[in-house]
């Protein structure tokens, strides 16, 4: 009996191996596609200091896997001014959340290293990312393309969403003694005194994805990454749009304990309240982001406000819009208008055949890249703004398929 | 079970320290950057919040019993430390810290003795409302402030000398007290071992605060339920109810007590990790993450599941073969994968192994072989 | 005291030895039906709870409808886990990576047609139970520990091989994958073929428990695990069984997971080991084995849907949810143990 099972077993483990060579073999075509766009590095043979042929690379023409440059061109916004008291105006009002929304715009930096401006060709990186997840493997796809342009070592250290190891992360990546760290932090308010670390280290920062609170941005040299507030007020005006400015609506969170918890529920709540307000809202809470959790939310609200429930926000368009196409078939309300954060295969999808009216623009590809590439702009002695978004646009079902095929 | 002289039987009793020296070897030949000061500081201080849940952690696993809702209160805890830390103080918050995590103990212990529903299932329980109120408290984001003074004394600080000269004076105490003999292998740890602690405490920066005070709790547990005639009625609780109770000791005054202590430990430690940070994060994972470490490490440190063996310095040598292994793996660049996957090898090797010396005693149930010896002799 | 004849026990300091009167009869009316009942009474409670919350949409089709939709993976977990709990192994910690592996394994090989897909990914599911049946059977490691274990290695062996990332069958309409896709959405009549499988599987599981000679032992193995080795039960390929057919429900709820979710990860399922725990133990089956029904697994299933379902109407944010789920669950399972202590029955 017990050689019998030893035999299975045996057989199963050989015919895991023989498909796992079949998936790293695409994983390695797929490398091979994007290769062949790869940029090449200036060919003059006289003594070119490392910092001008560092300048002379041109990584603007690489494209990323879902047809769009890997670079894309950052964006600032209009800041409006910094109310006396946030913390005393009410959560409905776009003031309260002013610190958390334009943190990093009037910060003082405090002990920035200035660069040392020899170009960022062989240079050495540790990037600390917050956790696996198929955006951060687009993510760091972007990121080792532009390193490989650069020839720059990179270390990845994986925080794994948990702040006891990524502290404890932040500190090997000191040891490591690295020319630059590329922080991507698990938690916002958290990672101040890690920042501070690296800083009295003498080390310079790019914080990167997540936007750290105003305590620590002012350690960090710079912040790339999306406009978690900026693109859902985007998204809040064109869902009112969708609606008719009226009607009530429910907003499906993201996960406890993270910043879009906050940025993708407040924006469009703060925003509604402006633009459209005759639209009720009328059910916040989270599904720690699993989709049978939000088909359940999502019935039981269908269920309890009836016809009143005419829009959905939906702070993620993986599982969350899977959950939320079961419930709204479920209950024959296809008619509910859904946005949601994107931009994952999922939920181009279901742009694509039309359960969902609009989804915002992340390129994960372009997060990883543009983050090294203002290393890279640091290497090379530039100046930089302190925060720089990605660019924000809705994703309709009128271009989904410039966006095609998805990054995850 | 009898202690038998061979030579795994020796390894495996101290398995927790033999890796421990294997990993630290391993990486200071072949990792990159592992073997300097600023390092092997680092990996000290990152396994203090786990000893210090690992020493309530072992307690409950002396009596038998296990607690599924330490990460929770630990969390939980540590939020509190911070969150009334504007208000209160840190002093006054800690003790508030500290009191809910006795609470929390004493609703297990309740539970677990007077419904006398098992601690796996009341645990479970436990962690789920804590879980809850977890929540409810930090609405879903970081508690933290902005003060970083106390979280840089902890890390890079140095106690101020009247604090050091009492602690070196109650180790000296300590070592005469005991009386060791200079002939046995034991008789000169119990001398080498404080005296090269203090002489790179004193030299070296190896230790930072926090280190010390991991170190003093774990003394003081060690002392609690080794050292006092008090502590080694949790061995026999845990081992042999039976006879505890013709002993007449009290059963249930143990039980309640080894689970508000794990509560008091397990809030010790999240407060502490909550003032290195300044912060205290509201994402679940950390719990989770807090309990499925510590079990690996007090399991690999020689405790077992059933109860009457264990010991709290093995567990922290458990913690920290843990963090030598997942900084080796930082060292090497290997994914969050391996580490992972290797945290399971080594449980599965030890859970396997234990089972089957526990099948070799099994065989021997009833059988005593110093008479076999002797009737085989006497022919 | 009530009467009868008294021991002194070192457990507890007297017990029950013989008393001339039933447990039955002694006991006022709710407590009589919890003992014939159960978690259905609780249940029972929770419908009556509800349509006090919201008269008008609680009790209607759609709205039941809903909450068995929402615990049918969850309700096929338990089915399985409780023959481990039911054995007395205490749990089986490596569910959620059996979830995991046989949707991901599914959404492999799916270019070999459906039928080939669903049953390599049950044979694969089935192979972690394989394991952990023979070390925790065979070698008597602690279950718990072992299929700890499992969960880390599986997951990093997934984590490896797929390189983190989710695995999208190919959805054109006619081929293999959107049928695959479509397994979760199927529906006979108006009731979703989710259901439909949950409760088949549950009345089989009650047929194999009680009415096979298998699910006799191993209710002897779960109570006496020394006294079915006396009487010559092959104990050890008793434990295989269970585990194996607890892998066997992880891989058929990780098949619908993974189709719910049109594709394949290393996260799905996470959370569903202690979540099984929580509605078997509700539903009455005691941690120390040999004791309880498939029916009240159901049960126990069902109360969760409906705590859920009850809170959410109310307004109570989900992550605070879990504190009423907490306290429930310690004040049913008390019950239980309090209603096997009136009959001497608790050496739990």
Redesign the interface.
């Known amino acids: 009996?017990?050689k019998k099972?030893f035999s299975?077993?045996l057989v199963?483990s050989l015919l895991?191996t023989l498909?796992?060579g079949c998936?790293s073999k695409e994983?390695e075509e797929k490398v091979e596609k994007t290769d062949s766009d790869k940029a090449s590095v200036s060919d003059n043979t006289n003594e070119k200091s490392n910092l001008d042929k560092s300048k002379e690379i041109d990584v603007f023409s690489i494209i990323g896997s879902d047809g769009q440059p890997l670079i894309l061109p950052t964006e600032k916004k209009e800041v409006p001014d910094r109310p006396e008291d946030p913390k005393a105006l009410a959560e409905e009002d776009a003031g309260h959340w002013w610190d958390i929304e334009y943190a990093g715009w009037t910060t003082k930096k405090e002990n920035l290293p200035k660069s040392p401006a020899d170009g960022a060709i062989g240079k050495k990186v540790v990037l600390l990312k917050a956790g696996?997840?198929?955006y951060?493997?687009a993510y760091v796809n972007g990121f080792t393309q532009i390193a490989e342009a650069y020839d720059i070592e990179v270390?990845?250290?994986?925080g794994?969403?948990?702040?006891?190891?990524q502290?404890?992360?932040v500190?090997?990546a000191?040891?490591?003694?690295p020319d630059a760290v590329i922080f991507a932090p698990?938690?916002?308010?958290?990672c101040?005194?890690?920042m501070?670390k690296i800083n009295q280290a003498g080390i310079p920062i790019i914080a990167s994805n997540t936007i750290p609170?105003e305590?620590a941005m002012k350690y960090c040299t710079a912040w790339t990454g999306p406009d978690d507030w900026g693109q859902f007020r985007m998204l809040a005006k064109y869902f009112a749009d969708e609606m008719g400015k009226e009607g009530g609506y429910a907003i499906v969170r993201h996960?406890?304990?993270?910043s879009p918890?906050?940025a993708r529920t407040f924006a469009p709540i703060t925003e509604l309240v402006d633009y459209a307000p005759d639209m009720k809202l009328l059910?916040m809470?989270?599904?720690?982001l699993?989709?049978?959790?939000t088909?359940?939310?999502v019935?039981?609200?269908i269920?309890?406000y009836?016809d009143e429930l005419k829009g959905l926000i939906l702070a993620g368009d993986g599982?969350s819009m899977?959950g939320t196409e079961?419930a709204l078939?479920?209950?024959g309300r296809e008619d509910i208008v859904v946005v949601a954060a994107g931009n994952s295969?999922?939920g181009m999808?279901a742009v694509k055949n039309g359960v969902c009216s609009g989804i915002t623009y992340q390129s994960a590809e372009g997060d990883g890249a543009i983050a090294l590439f203002t290393a890279v702009r640091y290497f090379n002695g530039e100046e930089m703004d302190p925060v720089a978004y990605l660019p924000r646009h809705i994703i309709t079902a009128d271009d989904v398929d410039n966006y095609m095929p998805a990054q995850? | 079970m009898h202690k038998s002289k061979n030579i795994i039987s020796l390894i495996d009793q101290n398995r927790a320290i033999l890796l421990l020296i294997l990993l630290t070897c391993f990486s200071a030949i072949f990792a990159p950057n592992f073997a300097n000061r600023m390092n092997l500081s680092t990996i000290l201080i990152s396994g203090c919040m786990l000893a210090i849940i690992s020493v309530g952690f072992t307690l409950v696993f002396i009596l038998a019993q296990i607690d599924l809702s330490i990460g929770a209160t630990a969390q939980f805890c540590g939020m509190l430390c911070v969150g009334l830390q504007p208000e209160l103080g840190w002093t006054l918050s800690l003790i508030i810290a500290v009191l809910a995590g006795a609470l929390i103990g004493l609703f297990n212990g309740i539970v677990v003795v007077k419904f006398k529903i098992h601690s796996f299932i009341a645990t479970i329980g436990t962690m789920t409302i804590i879980r809850g109120i977890l929540h409810l408290y930090s609405d879903g984001g970081t508690k933290s402030i902005d003060n970083y003074s106390l979280g840089e004394f902890l890390e890079t600080g140095q106690f101020p000398i009247w604090f050091i000269i009492i602690v070196i004076g109650a180790i000296i105490l300590f070592v005469v007290l005991s009386r060791p003999d200079v002939k046995t292998i034991k008789g000169i740890t119990t001398i080498v071992v404080p005296a090269v602690f203090i002489i790179l405490w004193l030299t070296t920066k190896l230790f930072s605060p926090i280190v010390i005070i991991t170190f003093i709790i774990i003394s003081i547990g060690i002392f609690l339920v080794d050292h006092t005639r008090f502590g080694k009625g949790f061995y026999v609780v845990g081992g042999n109810p039976e006879t505890a109770w013709l002993a007449g000791i009290n059963k249930d005054m143990y039980i309640i007590l080894g689970f508000v202590i794990c509560g008091i430990t397990a809030s010790l430690a999240g407060s502490i990790f909550a003032m290195r940070l300044s912060s205290m994060t509201a994402r679940f994972i950390f719990a989770q993450k807090a309990l499925m470490t510590s079990l690996a490490a007090v399991i690999i440190g020689g405790t077992q599941l059933t109860g009457g063996k264990g010991n709290i310095l093995k567990s922290y040598f458990g913690v920290l073969m843990f963090q030598v292994l997942f900084n080796m793996i930082g060292c090497f660049g290997l994914g969050f994968e391996i580490q992972i996957f290797i945290n399971g090898l080594i449980l599965a090797v030890v859970v396997f192994y234990e089972a089957y010396t526990n099948y070799r005693h099994e065989l021997l149930k009833g059988q005593r072989p110093e008479l076999l010896k002797e009737a085989q002799s006497i022919r | 005291m009530g009467k009868g004849v008294y021991a002194m026990s070192a457990k507890d300091n007297t017990v029950l030895v013989k008393s001339r009167f039933n447990d039955v009869d002694d006991k006022n009316g709710i407590s009589k039906l919890f003992d014939k009942a159960g978690v259905y009474v609780i249940a029972l409670l929770l419908i009556i709870l509800g349509i006090i919350v919201s008269p008008t949409k609680f009790l209607t089709p759609d709205n039941m409808l809903n909450i068995l939709r929402a615990v049918g993976m969850l309700g096929i977990t338990a089915c399985g886990l409780s023959f481990v709990i039911y054995s007395s192994q205490m749990a089986d910690m490596s569910v959620p990576s059996a979830m995991a592996f046989s949707g991901i394994i599914t959404v492999q090989f799916l270019h070999f047609g459906l039928v080939p897909a669903l049953i390599l990914g049950i044979m694969f599911g089935m192979l972690i139970g394989l394991v952990n049946g023979i070390v925790v059977g065979y070698f008597r490691a602690n279950a718990i520990l072992w299929t700890l274990a499992m969960q880390f290695g599986m997951e990093g062996i997934m984590r490896y091989v797929w390189s983190g990332n989710q695995l999208y069958p190919d959805l054109e309409p006619g081929t293999s994958g959107a049928a695959f896709v479509n397994i979760f959405r199927m529906k006979v009549g108006p009731v979703p073929l989710l259901i439909i499988v949950m409760i088949v599987l549950y009345i089989i599981a009650n047929i194999v428990m009680k009415k096979t000679k298998f699910g006799n032992q191993l209710k002897l193995v779960g109570s006496a695990y020394d006294v079915a080795k006396c009487t010559g039960i092959n104990v050890r390929r008793t434990v295989l069984y269970a585990f194996l057919i607890s892998s066997f429900t992880a891989s058929v709820a990780g098949i619908f997971i993974t189709s719910m979710n049109k594709l394949g990860v290393f996260y799905l399922g996470e959370g569903y080991d202690f979540k099984s725990v929580t509605a078997i133990v509700i539903g009455g089956m005691a941690l120390s084995g040999g004791r309880g029904n498939i029916w009240g697994v159901l049960g126990g299933v069902l109360v969760m849907g409906l705590l859920n379902n009850i809170l959410t109407f109310i307004g109570i944010p989900t992550a605070v949810q879990n504190v009423f789920v907490g306290l429930v669950f310690i004040a049913v399972v008390a019950l239980h143990t309090y209603k096997l202590r009136k009959v001497g029955k608790d050496y739990a």
């Open positions: 009996m017990f099972c299975v077993i199963m895991v498909f796992v998936g994983k696996d997840h198929p951060w493997t270390k990845i250290l994986n794994n969403w948990n702040m006891d190891l502290s404890q992360q500190d090997q000191i040891n490591e003694k698990v938690d916002a308010t958290a101040a005194p890690l501070r609170a305590a996960m406890p304990g993270s918890y906050f059910a809470d989270t599904a720690n699993e989709a049978e959790a088909m359940q939310l019935s039981d609200w269920t309890k009836g599982f899977t079961e078939k479920n209950a295969k999922t999808d995850w």
